[in-house]
């Protein structure tokens, strides 16, 4: 199995981001994050505060379960776009460590993205459901069903979310939990 992204966002060199690595604890939402997208442009979180549907995705590939994504940007695109995805898919990225790119160690940190039994993510399926004023509302872990479909109703019902979703996704998630795959697209 290969990741195909990893919400959970970054390079082993850090190369463009709003938040350098020493000032992700001052950020105060995802909002104050940049990463490189897939096709190399630098991207603002910032963009994604009044996402008019309410809910987006975010893919960021990291090799560091398993090695599964040992593909360069091209063929991890070319990849998705064999399955017609429809979330924005970013650069590849570290998640844990001291090259952790600072937007995920900074959803980490928060008090509602804190892990179980520590807070690094263990493995692909990472999610993180943030509100729309981009702080983290849950952390899923690996084994949670990645249909969030109860959160994301009461977060629209006290009209306090813009959706986003900041996860890992596996390139056999569409074959494990086609109902969802399913959902997410056509969402």
Not at 30 to 45: C, E
Not at 129 to 150: A, F, H, M, W
């Amino acid at each position: 199995m290969r990741l195909i992204g990893s919400a959970v966002l970054l390079s082993v060199l850090l190369q463009a981001m709003s938040a350098p690595t020493e000032e992700w604890q001052t950020a105060t939402s995802i909002y104050n994050f940049s990463a490189t997208d897939i096709d190399g442009n630098v991207v603002s979180l910032e963009k994604y505060r009044y996402a008019e549907r309410g809910l987006r995705i975010l893919a960021f590939p990291s090799n560091q379960f398993g090695n599964q994504e040992p593909g360069n940007e091209t063929q991890i695109k070319q990849f998705a776009e064999s399955y017609h995805v429809q979330f924005d898919m970013f650069s590849k990225i570290n998640v844990n460590g001291d090259n952790a790119h600072p937007l995920w160690k900074w959803l980490k940190d928060q008090p509602n993205g804190k892990g179980f039994m520590g807070n690094s993510i263990k493995w692909n399926f990472t999610k993180f459901l943030i509100n729309r004023e981009g702080q983290v509302v849950k952390r899923y872990g690996p084994l949670d069903d990645p249909s969030v479909r109860t959160n994301i109703l009461l977060c629209h019902m006290y009209h306090s979310v813009n959706i986003l979703r900041v996860y890992t996704l596996n390139r056999w998630w569409r074959r494990i939990f086609p109902d969802t795959y399913k959902h997410l697209m056509d969402n």
